[in-house]
């Protein structure tokens, strides 16, 4: 039997794990970026380690062993120019969005205050980078995969990149 706080551990290992490969992603989006774009990357970017390093507080916190950080993270395409990096941007934004999405579902008090708002964050990063919003942050992707799947998990996409 899991004890009431184990959901919320695994949601928080989640968070970070994204927030690993968000800071690694924004910096390939930082070599690739155009002079126009490179202070909200920048900006982004020091927002992800700032998540990261608060996240894992927060695991060790509950008890347990932060996550580390993979050595290198798969692309989800090629980042080869301006237009490619800033798809790469909200792409990270809408990944991370939906991994807060599901600690905000297994935490309360506090955690589940700090898990909506870095939601928000998140999702407004992602429509500053595509320039359009979904309604629900974080869920449109996942219930796209779930109603082609079948399955009440979140989807493999959802997760951060894979080492």
């Known amino acids: 039997m899991s004890k009431p706080k184990d959901g919320e551990l695994r949601a ?12 690694y992603g924004y910096g390939v989006v930082g070599g690739r970026i155009d002079e126009q774009g490179r202070a909200r990357a920048r900006a982004a970017y020091d927002a992800h ?3 990261r390093d608060a996240l894992a507080r927060d695991v060790r916190d509950l008890g347990g062993e932060p996550v580390a950080a993979a050595g290198g993270y798969a692309l989800p395409f090629p980042v080869t120019d301006p237009a490619s990096a800033v798809r790469l941007a909200a792409e990270l934004e809408e990944r991370v969005a939906g991994v807060y ?7 309360g ?4 205050g700090t898990a909506a708002g870095a939601l928000r964050e998140a999702a407004v990063r ?20 779930d109603r082609g799947s079948g399955t009440a998990g979140p989807p493999a996409s959802a997760a951060a990149p894979t080492a």
Do not use: I, N, T, Y
């Open 12 to 23: 928080l290992q989640a968070a970070l794990a994204a927030e690993h490969a968000a800071v």
């Open 49 to 51: 380690r700032a998540r």
């Open 101 to 107: 999405s599901d600690l905000v579902r297994a935490s």
């Open 109 to 112: 008090g506090r955690m589940r």
């Open 126 to 145: 992602a429509v500053g980078w595509r320039g359009g919003s979904v309604a629900f942050p974080g869920l449109a992707e996942r219930a796209a995969a």
